[in-house]
Nanobody, 117 residues
Framework: QVHLVESGGGLVQAGGSLRLSCAAS????????MAWYRQAPGKLRELVAA???????NYADSVKGRFAISRDNAKNTMYLQMNSLKPEDTAVYYCNTVSGPEQYNSWGRGTQVTVSS
C-alpha cells in the first residue's frame, strides 16, 4: 500500500504559478510510475503529467511547456510546477502512483487549484 498526500493548491490569477507536492509513504520501493491527474467539474479525470522510476516524463498536450513534473526520491515526494496558469487549468489535482508488476493504483485525496481570469 502507498499513502499519498497532496498539498500546494490554492487560488491564483491567470498567468500565475503554483507548485503542487505529493508526499508518498508506505511501500515506496514498489512504485513504478508517479503521476498527476486532474478533474474539473462535469469532466472526466485526465492525466496531466507522469514520471517513471527512471525519470522519463510525459505531459498532456494542454500543459506542455507550462507544467513540469519532478520527483525527489530522497524525500519520497513528487512535484508539479505549474506556470502560466489558465482558467481552464481549474480542477482538483490528484496524485497517483502505479506499483509493482500488478500495477496497483494508489490515489491521494486531491488538492483544489482555482485560476481566476
Amino acid at each position: 500500500q502507498v499513502h499519498l498526500v497532496e498539498s500546494g493548491g490554492g487560488l491564483v490569477q491567470a498567468g500565475g504559478s503554483l507548485r503542487l507536492s505529493c508526499a508518498a509513504s508506505g511501500s515506496i520501493s514498489r512504485i513504478k510510475v508517479m503521476a498527476w491527474y486532474r478533474q474539473a467539474p462535469g469532466k472526466l479525470r485526465e492525466l496531466v503529467a507522469a514520471v517513471t522510476s527512471d525519470g522519463s516524463t510525459n505531459y498532456a498536450d494542454s500543459v506542455k511547456g507550462r507544467f513540469a513534473i519532478s520527483r525527489d526520491n530522497a524525500k519520497n515526494t513528487m512535484y508539479l510546477q505549474m506556470n502560466s496558469l489558465k482558467p481552464e487549468d481549474t480542477a482538483v489535482y490528484y496524485c497517483n502512483t502505479v506499483s509493482g508488476p500488478e500495477q496497483y493504483n494508489s490515489w491521494g485525496r486531491g488538492t483544489q487549484v482555482t485560476v481566476s481570469s
